[in-house]
């Protein structure tokens, strides 16, 4: 078993920034994949970035690239999404998600996930 924990979400201005966390636990293993997703009230879960196992392969949502970026920091087993220049229809629950490899050709399904954590909010003002 996998336990996800993600931290960091909030309130925040448009224009504003905010940095996601996503805590591992469990059986994960040395190398693992990591994405994350967010569903906005009323909308399909989307979505928003990924890293693989090694962190050489990442992804990014089109509405994301240039503002969000997604890092990992192995030792404590965290993977990161740093949000900036944040607008009001990033506003949703943040999930991460975790796979022992990247599903490289559907990476951006979260079906294709194991484990999924129970999320965070993050809400931008206009």
């Known amino acids: 078993q996998v336990r996800l924990v993600e931290s960091g979400g909030g309130l925040v201005q448009a224009g504003g920034s905010l940095r996601l966390s996503c805590a591992a636990s469990?059986?994960?293993?040395?190398?693992?994949?990591m994405a994350w997703f967010r569903q906005a009230p009323g909308k399909e879960r989307e979505f928003v970035a990924c890293?693989?196992?090694?962190?050489?392969?990442?992804y990014y949502a089109d509405s994301v690239k240039g503002r969000f970026t997604i890092s990992r920091e192995s030792a404590k087993n965290t993977v990161y999404l740093q949000m900036n220049s944040l607008k009001p229809e990033d506003t949703a629950v943040y999930y991460c998600?975790?796979?022992?490899?990247?599903?490289?050709?559907?990476?951006?399904?979260?079906?294709?996930?194991?484990?999924r954590g129970q999320g965070t909010q993050v809400t931008v003002s206009s």
């Open positions: 998600a975790f796979s022992p490899l990247l599903p490289t050709e559907s990476y951006y399904v979260s079906e294709r996930y194991d484990y």
């Open positions: 469990g059986r994960t293993g040395s190398r693992y994949a």
């Open positions: 890293i693989s196992p090694s962190g050489a392969i990442i």
